[in-house]
């Protein structure tokens, strides 16, 4: 199986996408989770089950989006 250049910055360009996204979402988890002590609570769904948030935030963007970017890289240009 050959790996095409173009697949490869596809998914570096999906890397880092990724990337982004779990920045982003991780910074929205915590707020989330904030948020909701500082109006008196135990944190909510956020605190309850943050490691299956956590897991699924790195997962999806950070694992999912490279693949995306190499299906599609290697699709358009060959």
Not at 38 to 60: E, N
């Amino acid at each position: 199986m050959s790996v095409s250049l173009a697949g490869v910055i596809g998914a570096a360009v999906g890397l880092y996408m990724g990337w982004l996204d779990w920045k982003i979402l991780k910074g929205m988890l915590q707020a989330a989770e904030t948020k909701n002590r500082q109006a008196g609570g135990d944190g909510g769904a956020a605190a309850r089950y943050r490691a299956l948030w956590s897991a699924l935030i790195f997962g999806v963007p950070v694992i999912g989006f490279p693949v995306i970017g190499y299906l599609a890289g290697s699709m358009l240009a060959g």
